[in-house]
């Protein structure tokens, strides 16, 4: 967003922290800020995705849990192919709605 600002011309100052885009020193000091942010956020990407990684290395898979068994996705799926009841009732039937049905209905 400064970028963008300094493009138009506009310079930044920050009061509380006392840094001021329009001299040399106080973009230096933005710059300077802005590289250690982007670094923190890319560090805590890393930890995250090494936290996955570990939990799912220990058989854990995140998310919420599925809503159907695989039974329930292969009655649903054998009533959907039956054309016998519509989704909406197929859904009413297991508690869901109509989207976990067709999603379930996605799965292999």
Do not use: W
Not at 27 to 53: P, S, Y
Not at 55 to 70: D, E, H, V
């Amino acid at each position: 967003m400064v970028n963008v600002l300094a493009d138009r011309g506009v310079a930044f100052a920050s009061l509380h922290e006392g840094i001021d885009t329009s001299t040399s020193t106080g973009r230096l000091v933005f710059h300077i800020f802005a590289a250690l942010a982007e670094f923190e956020r890319e560090l805590i990407a890393e930890r995250a995705a090494v936290g996955r990684q570990a939990a799912r290395a220990r058989g854990r898979m995140g998310g919420q849990p599925a809503k159907l068994s695989n039974e329930q996705v292969a009655l649903a799926r054998a009533r959907y192919e039956a054309r016998d009841v519509t989704v909406a009732e197929i859904a009413k039937a297991f508690g869901v709605g109509r989207g976990t049905i067709y999603r379930a209905l996605e799965r292999p």
